[in-house]
């Protein structure tokens, strides 16, 4: 009993700094299928905006994937202002085929920096806008895409 008592309290110490340490965080379920017309619009208001952050965006991916790597375009919005546009590849998978990131079964999550010590100019309401940008119309094994601002 004493054994569980103190798991439970490391956990609620571990899960309480956690939340504390991202201003933003949310995921999109893209249900396996990820069309180049579909935008993902992630909407957040930033409330200290002369300190650093760091954006990183979340992919989980399943075996249905067919290839190693993701494009992506981003617009950064600040109110209706395009502050910022990037066109990213990430790398999904190894040379030989093995995903990489984390998770058990068929579903890998791996995380990506988009910007480290990001200064926003103003506390205020921001977009992050993402498409996918691969040659395929429509993407089959995405299965969720995230957002988390520390």
């Known amino acids: 009993m004493k054994k569980f008592l ?10 309480s700094n956690c939340s504390y340490k991202n201003e933003y965080s949310r995921m999109e379920n893209i249900n396996d299928s990820w069309s180049k017309k579909d935008t993902i619009n992630f909407n957040f208001k930033i409330k200290n905006a002369p300190t650093k952050k760091n954006i990183n965006f979340v992919v989980r991916n399943n075996k249905d994937y ?9 617009k950064l ?8 546009t990037d066109t990213l590849n990430y790398k999904l998978a190894d040379k030989t085929g093995k995903w990489l990131g984390s ?13 480290k010590d990001f200064l926003f100019s103003k506390s205020e309401d921001y977009t992050i806008s993402v498409v996918q ?10 299965v969720d895409f995230g957002v988390n601002i520390e």
């Open 6 to 15: 103190f798991i439970s309290f490391l956990s609620l110490i571990f899960f």
């Open 66 to 74: 067919l290839f190693s790597n993701l494009y992506l375009f981003i």
């Open 77 to 84: 919005k600040q109110g209706k202002k395009v502050i910022c």
């Open 103 to 115: 998770g058990m079964g068929s579903i890998k999550e791996i995380y990506f920096q988009y910007k």
């Open 133 to 142: 940008g691969m040659r395929k119309d429509t993407l089959k094994g995405i």
